[in-house]
């Protein structure tokens, strides 16, 4: 079964969105995320700017991902198109909905279905077998390891966001728990993807950078050592435990 020719087209389409949607603030149209989110002081959980760079190296991914599945689609293009296509339109929608409204809750309702559509992209190429030596199966699954890691923390760097709203607090305050509501979730949904999703080591990476800009904020940025330190114990600790102990296999 062949892949269909308007769905490397559109692969090609969503990718250059990628790159379009965040130039739209320097145009007049909406703010930046970044700065949305120092909107009243930097909070414990958000990474300095440079390390949401990660998006440039996953839309890159992206592009090549799409133009391989117009030059030369295959079984493998042809498997991973229908959730990366649905996951590039949530990341498109995550954009504009962030730039242009600036809703804490729609942000975080958006980027769930960037978050499922990004796993079960990976969980198609684990089933597949994962990567198998071939440049090919290396660009894949690092674009799924990639995005998958970095959408489980957005939405954790999210959620310490809606419980300030819901408690009417200031990004300074409370630290220790707007630190625990980014960390236990990031813990919860990386047990998650390594039980049922993918044992891929592309998504610690991404994982694990996101990790190390909340320490780094916090050691540098806010002097709040003691919030950088569990930070880097709790990055620690998952990915030594995935390096013992492994991953099990989804479903097999």
């Known amino acids: 079964m062949t892949?269909?020719?308007?769905?490397?087209?559109?692969?090609?389409?969503?990718?250059?969105?990628?790159?379009?949607?965040?130039?739209?603030?320097?145009?007049g149209l909406g703010q930046t995320i970044g700065a949305q989110a120092r909107d009243g002081g930097i909070p414990p959980e958000l990474p300095p700017g440079p390390f949401f760079s990660?998006?440039?190296?996953?839309?890159?991914?992206?592009?090549?991902?799409?133009?391989?599945?117009?030059?030369?689609?295959?079984?493998?293009?042809?498997?991973?198109?229908?959730?990366?296509?649905?996951?590039?339109?949530a990341s498109i929608g995550w954009m504009l909905a962030a730039q242009l409204m600036g809703n804490e809750w729609l942000n975080f309702v958006v980027l769930i279905p960037l978050l499922i559509f990004a796993w079960?992209?990976?969980?198609r190429l684990h089933r597949m077998g994962g990567w198998d030596g071939t440049a090919r199966r290396l660009?894949?699954?690092a674009l799924t390891g990639l995005l998958s890691g970095w959408a489980v923390v957005a939405v954790s760097i999210s959620l310490p966001r809606l419980m300030r709203i819901?408690?009417?607090?200031?990004?300074t305050d409370q630290v220790w728990v707007s630190l625990c509501f980014c960390l236990i979730p990031a813990a919860i949904l990386t047990w998650l993807y390594t039980r049922w999703v993918s044992r891929g080591l592309f998504y610690f990476t991404a994982l694990g950078w996101g990790l190390a800009g909340i320490a780094i904020n916090n050691w540098i940025r806010l002097g709040t050592h003691g919030l950088a330190i569990v930070?880097?114990?709790?990055?620690l600790y998952l990915l030594w435990h995935r390096l013992t102990h492994g991953a099990r296999p989804a479903f097999e």
């Open 231 to 235: 930070t880097v114990l709790a990055g």
């Open 3 to 27: 892949m269909k020719p308007r769905s490397g087209i559109l692969l090609l389409a969503i990718a250059i969105g990628q790159w379009t949607a965040p130039l739209l603030p320097f145009l």
């Open 166 to 171: 819901l408690r009417d607090l200031e990004p």
């Open 139 to 141: 660009l894949a699954a």
């Open 120 to 123: 079960e992209s990976s969980f």
């Open 54 to 89: 990660i998006w440039s190296v996953i839309f890159a991914l992206y592009l090549g991902f799409a133009v391989l599945a117009i030059m030369k689609p295959g079984h493998l293009e042809r498997r991973l198109a229908p959730p990366l296509i649905l996951a590039g339109l």
